[in-house]
């Protein structure tokens, strides 16, 4: 069993940067693909990053140059540095753990946080 707690999220302006972090319970961590996910109201959960494996990184291609994934074992700690924020990156973003499947599906991942709102204003 994993429990994750998100944490980062705020109001900022259009430009502005902020690092989401996602503390995660168990002594397991490290065996976890670890992914962020976002949702704005009366939308699907949308894939936005995934760290796998040996430390491969994946991004859905509008967060490419801007988002960066990253983890820290030792914390049992994932990341999400979200830099250049446009107003369309405003969502409730989660953090969820995956022991296999495919990263960018929802279905792959086994928990789930409860989500940080991050909002963007124009």
């Known amino acids: 069993q994993v429990q994750l707690v998100e944490s980062g999220g705020g109001l900022v302006q259009a430009g502005d940067s902020l690092r989401l972090s996602c503390a995660a319970s168990g002594r397991t961590f490290s065996r976890y693909a670890m992914g962020w996910f976002r949702q704005t109201p009366g939308k699907e959960r949308e894939f936005v990053a995934a760290?796998?494996?040996?430390?491969?990184?994946y991004y859905v291609d509008s967060v490419k140059g801007r988002f960066t994934i990253s983890r820290d074992n030792a914390k049992n700690t994932v990341y999400l540095q979200m830099n250049s924020l446009k107003p369309e990156d405003t969502a409730v973003y989660y953090c969820?753990?995956?022991?296999?499947?495919?990263?960018?599906?929802?279905?792959?991942?086994?928990?789930w946080g409860l989500g940080t709102q991050v909002t963007v204003s124009s």
């Open positions: 760290i796998i494996g040996g430390g491969n990184t």
């Open positions: 969820a753990a995956s022991y296999s499947g495919t990263y960018y599906k929802v279905d792959a991942y086994d928990f």
